[in-house]
């Protein structure tokens, strides 16, 4: 049973009312994660690809002005 106040006036889901208001919630629940999950992931793999071409790029970068640089 599924009640719901609103303006003070009360409103009863039963039955495959109950059962129908379930399933829009469970199912929009479960898009929510998904999408999250998907745009963490999608996140993640930026960081990640981002990661493996900007440190060693500055580790080249180091080496080529520890070679280059000018002596004191």
Same mark, same amino acid.
Request: net charge positive.
């Given at each position: #049973?599924?009640?719901?106040?609103?303006?003070?006036? @009360?409103? /009863?889901? @039963?039955? $495959?009312?109950? $059962? /129908? !208001?379930?399933?829009?919630?469970? #199912? =929009?629940a479960?898009?929510?994660?998904?999408? #999250? &999950?998907?745009?963490?992931?999608?996140? =993640? !793999?930026?960081?990640g &690809?981002? &990661?493996?071409?900007?440190?060693p790029? &500055?580790?080249? /970068?180091?080496?080529? =002005? @520890?070679?280059?640089?000018?002596?004191?």
């Open positions: #049973m599924i009640v719901i106040n609103r303006n003070g006036e @009360t409103v /009863v889901l @039963t039955g $495959w009312r109950e $059962w /129908v !208001v379930k399933i829009v919630v469970f #199912m =929009a479960v898009l929510l994660f998904g999408v #999250m &999950a998907f745009l963490f992931l999608g996140l =993640a !793999v930026t960081i &690809a981002i &990661a493996l071409i900007v440190i790029a &500055a580790i080249v /970068v180091g080496l080529f =002005a @520890t070679v280059f640089g000018k002596r004191v």
